[in-house]
């Protein structure tokens, strides 16, 4: 930046006062070597004096000229906004339309009544399929012709898919589980056909009169309660979840258990009875 273009951008500062010491200084060395600098200046502090002299002149008797307001006015009047229309016509014009298109919807509807539900019908009895056929076979010789028996008409095989769910399967499962376990103890438990047995005499140390030893109990008559009261407490800390699978409640297993173990018992207490009427007919020997 030169010399003059920097005092030029500080004149009006410098005018105003504004300007720093050491700048003023700088600016006033450079106007007493340039003249043109200077001729500048005396311009600026004459437009200085001028608008002073305009700020203290009285403005307030200046009138507008005298076209102002009415050219003002027209311009306002020409600016001013259109009438609104009218919206009647335009919706009584839609309505109209809306009509027409009514209107040519139901002309050119089909006139075949729509079938929401209807039984399915064979593809070879269809009218097209009959139609089309026929143009098919028009052109083929009778003896390539396929010919099927009239007797077996094929008709489309309906199939009713369903899926088999884990759940479903899984139920399925633990009844076939619980049946077998069920049938095993059953056939376990039952009841056997006893023969009557011989008593066995035993021969007291000390050489005295024989007695008759106590006929053998079965082991299945010992082990029959145990073994049921081990299945009830299988099927009660598994929460009846098996019994429900197959189709059983744990009321079902509390009567079949109590059933089965009677048995047992009026079975021992009958093979009991035999034996001992054996003995008593028997006699010591």
């Not at 396929?146 to 489309?156: D, H, I, Q, R, Y």
Request: positive net charge.
């Amino acid at each position: 930046m030169s010399a003059c273009n920097r005092a030029k951008a500080q004149m009006p500062s410098y005018l105003e006062g504004d300007l720093a010491p050491r700048q003023r200084a700088e600016l006033e060395r450079h106007l007493a070597q340039c003249a043109r600098c200077q001729r500048e200046r005396e311009l600026l502090e004459e437009s200085l004096l001028a608008l002073d002299s305009c700020a203290a002149h009285d403005r307030s008797s200046i009138e507008p000229p005298v076209g102002m307001w009415a050219s003002v006015a027209a311009r306002l009047e020409a600016e001013k906004p259109a009438r609104p229309r009218l919206w009647i016509p335009a919706i009584a014009l839609s309505g109209a339309a809306v009509a027409a298109l009514l209107l040519i919807a139901l002309l050119t509807a089909t006139k075949e009544p729509i079938r929401i539900a209807q039984a399915p019908q064979n593809p070879a009895e269809h009218p097209r399929t009959k139609q089309v056929a026929r143009k098919t076979t028009q052109g083929v010789p009778p003896r390539s012709r396929a010919v099927k028996p009239a007797s077996s008409p094929e008709t489309p095989a309906t199939h009713t898919y369903r899926p088999a769910t884990a759940h479903r399967r899984a139920g399925a499962g633990r009844r076939s589980t619980a049946l077998r376990r069920i049938g095993a103890f059953h056939r376990r438990l039952r009841p056997k056909a006893r023969h009557p047995m011989p008593a066995r005499l035993s021969k007291p140390a000390d050489g005295g009169t024989p007695q008759a030893e106590p006929p053998a109990v079965d082991k299945d008559d010992d082990a029959a309660p145990a073994v049921l009261a081990d299945v009830r407490d299988m099927m009660q800390e598994s929460g009846g979840s098996t019994l429900a699978a197959a189709g059983y409640s744990m009321q079902d297993l509390n009567a079949a258990v109590d059933k089965t173990l009677n048995r047992v018992r009026l079975a021992a207490v009958a093979a009991g009875a035999m034996a001992a009427s054996q003995n008593d007919t028997s006699g010591p020997l």
